[in-house]
């Protein structure tokens, strides 16, 4: 049942509206939970959606028995929430509804695409999204309400864990606990001079007649927007680098920025169109480049740290603090997986350089300097220690606590979730139309709609 629940929000967080070219549909009520009604577009919305964002797994009808569970479980914790008189605020929903549509433009390139994408005025399309995340958000809260209290105790740790059948106990790949200490070697004031200039010539050139467009594929180091001429698509407040959204929103349509720095480097910036708090712009960029001698000499400084380090001088930790020059060493210098927001990686999760690296280090080896690109970019050199690794192995408790107690508050929220919709359905109205009863639900519904049938009768 918990993949039922996680894809109401999966599911329920997408775009749920789609053009009636899209979908043809009689549309007719297949549900009632309470209140709330779920009909057939509902599903055919989603099930377009899901199609789009998700790929098929499954027939088309085993889908559309999926969405409608989903549906059902959001609905009664809708009417849960009128019950109980859960509320959101105007202002919360205008947050969120206004970052989902900033990333939905994002995501197809711009407000027009988005409007034609759903055939659908940017009004029409806010007003649909607006009923959605006010629903989504108070569903939200109830869910959170009935885990919030679940707890798990050691011994239920390892009582779940021993319920696992012995030839179901997953095995748990080879893991890797990897730091760094940075160097990041400095930008010469002639490089950013030299790049100034180069970028003054090309502003120069745009003023006097060339394409800007021409001028970005041609020279831009923003490899995501060189190809579509510099185009950015529509972005609002707060989503662009500070120094370049204060040019951008102040730019006329078709004027050309003086040139502006970022974190990322130089640019030059056009504005293409605005559309209230959102601006389209074309930008070029370049990127001053650090020179050989710099990065020769980050090399030598994380010599002389790691002959330290060896010789028993200073510990490596604190050569993070003392030396390192990224935030990461407020974390001993250990890398933060992306995937899992822990420390531990699997293989295939690592950057290839340091997967190939830790593969042939031993647990506490200190690697020579290597260099490496900073997520934005930056050429650097860094220092790995391999601080952990672990065998492949069958999951146990004593090399894999943290990851079984976490299975095992799932699992014990999933029946805290369960024991709810026994709890709560029992008070709330539940009906599905005959066409729907073949389906296979994780809950059993079809009791339920028939009990409620009963009772009508």
């Known amino acids: 049942m918990m993949n039922a629940i996680r894809a109401i929000f999966i599911i329920f967080t997408s775009l749920s509206f789609v053009t009636t070219a899209q979908t043809q549909v009689i549309d007719q009520v297949v549900a009632v939970v309470g209140k709330n009604v779920i ?31 989903d549906l059902l479980f959001q609905k009664l914790m809708l009417n849960q929430a009128e019950l109980d008189s859960i509320t959101v605020t105007q202002e919360q929903v205008e947050q969120e509804m206004e970052r989902r549509l900033k990333y939905f433009i994002s ?21 649909e999204l607006r009923v959605l995340v006010n629903d989504q958000m108070l569903v939200e809260q109830v869910q959170n309400g009935i885990m919030s209290t679940v707890v798990i105790t050691p011994s239920e740790v390892k009582q779940f864990f021993r319920s696992i059948p012995k030839d179901s106990i997953p095995m748990i790949t080879t893991e890797f606990e990897v730091a760094q200490i940075v160097k990041m070697p400095p930008i010469e004031i002639d490089e950013k001079l030299r790049v100034k200039a180069r970028l003054h010539e090309f502003r120069q050139r745009i003023l006097n007649g060339e394409r800007f467009s021409t001028m970005a594929v041609l020279y ?30 102040k730019l006329k349509d078709g004027e050309v920025s003086e040139i502006v720095e970022t974190e990322a480097g130089f640019h030059i910036i056009q504005m293409i169109e605005r559309r209230g708090e959102y601006v389209n712009v074309r930008h070029l960029l370049l990127t001053p480049k650090v020179s050989p001698e710099s990065l020769m000499k980050a090399s030598a400084e994380l010599d002389s740290i790691a002959r330290l380090i060896r010789s028993g001088e200073i510990t490596f930790d604190k050569a993070v603090e003392q030396y390192s020059e990224l935030p990461a060493k407020i974390a001993g210098g250990l890398l933060i997986n992306p995937y899992t927001g822990g420390t531990k ?22 690697s020579d300097p290597v260099p ?8 650097a050199f860094r220092l790995l220690m391999l601080k952990t690794k672990t065998d492949p192995h069958m999951a146990n408790l004593k090399d894999d ?27 709330a109205f539940v009906s599905i139309i ?20 009963d009772q009508a009768n």
């Open 220 to 249: 831009s180091e923003d490899p995501g927007s060189a190809r579509k001429g510099g185009e950015l698509g529509f972005y609002g407040r707060g989503e662009l680098y500070p120094e370049f959204e204060a040019v951008a929103f």
């Open 107 to 127: 995501e197809l390139g711009s407000q027009e695409k988005l409007e034609q994408y759903y055939n659908k005025t940017i009004s029409e399309i806010k007003n």
């Open 345 to 366: 990686f699997e293989a295939s999760q690592l950057d290839p350089q340091v997967s190939f690296l830790a593969e042939k280090m031993a647990v506490g080896e200190l």
């Open 401 to 427: 606590y943290n990851r079984i107690q976490e299975w095992a508050l799932q699992e014990k929220k999933q029946k805290a979730v369960e024991q709810w919709i026994r709890s709560k359905s029992k008070n």
């Open 434 to 453: 005959s066409d729907y009863r073949a389906c296979t639900f994780e809950f059993d519904w079809k009791s339920l709609n028939q009990s409620n049938a």
């Open 39 to 69: 009909l057939q577009s509902d599903i055919e919305n989603q099930y377009v959606q899901y199609r789009l964002q998700r790929g098929i797994s499954g027939s088309a009808s085993s889908i559309r028995c999926r969405i409608l569970e």
């Open 372 to 379: 490496m690109k900073t997520e934005d970019g930056k050429d």
